[in-house]
């Protein structure tokens, strides 16, 4: 079986969110649950995808349908965005998949379409599910807390954010957002104030136990295209800057998540950030020192999310 090493959303290595690729091989099965995690564990990525082959090979050596399953340290999970774009980044690399196709990938979350670029992959994701916006004003507190942020620090700015691209005035609220995987979506008032969270991981663990998510998605506007571009610091190309916890999983923070970038771009639609039809891009994992660029393209309740892999190494493993 071959084995990869690749960091997704980024052309270097060394940036973006590190993944284990284990191709399986044609007429090859998955290994039993168990030898998957511990290899997971391992590997110590916070994910690692397991290729399985659905369909023959052409004439070129090429396939279109796969089954890939995903496993952090401690479990299975339904899907992985950045471990996708790891994954069908290796098998362009190795020659079975082809650039400019459109092949099959069968997930634990559902059936997924992925978009073979010269040098950058895109992703299906779920139509969305909302399972509530947080408003009770003493959870907010608790929640922001539990990030190391003061609520009073956040709330007023994020009411003024939404006022000044076109929404309602209510203010950008924490909302429990699934494109696959369940994720809060937590509105942060500044790039300052994103850069110093400092979750409190036990209760944070236990908090996200209890409302059943995976992760704390936090974004700001501030700096990006929506809150003034370059002249705040910032990028006018970039629609939010992210970090995003999931000490449920075993992992503290992330470099990338792609699923979690595809409810983030769905929750700015909802709340009149960006329109039905919009070309996003959000950068993620710079307090890590792994900056990452995940892509995506809205065209109403229809999202893709992908971007570039950068291959650090390949090989065998014996499983």
Sequence with gaps: MKLYIADAFTREVFGGNPAGVVILGEGNDFPEDEVMRKTAAELRYSETAFVKFLSGADADGAYDKF???????????????????????????????????????????????????????LMDMAEPEYSGTITDETELRELYRILGLDYEDNIPVLEEQCLANGGDGSGLKPEIVSTGLPDIMLPVATREELAKMAPDFAALTEYTGKREVLSIHAFTLDG?????????????????????????????????????????????????????????????GEAMGRPSEIRSVADGPSIKVGGSAAILAEGEIYL
């Design 67 to 121: 089954n890939v399953r995903y496993f952090t340290p401690a479990a299975e999970v339904d899907l992985c965005g950045h471990a996708t774009i790891a994954t069908f980044s290796c098998l362009r690399e190795a020659g079975l998949v082809k650039a400019g196709t459109t092949v099959f990938n069968k997930t634990l979350a559902g059936d997924l379409d992925i978009v073979i670029g010269e040098d950058s992959i």
């Design 224 to 284: 990006g295209k929506h809150r003034g571009g370059s002249t705040r610091g910032g990028r006018d190309d970039v629609d939010a800057y992210c970090r995003d916890f999931a000490p449920i999983c075993d992992i503290d923070e992330e470099a990338a998540t792609g699923t979690a970038n595809g409810s983030l771009t769905h929750y700015l639609q909802r709340n009149e950030i960006i329109p039905s039809k919009a070309e996003c891009l959000f950068i993620q």
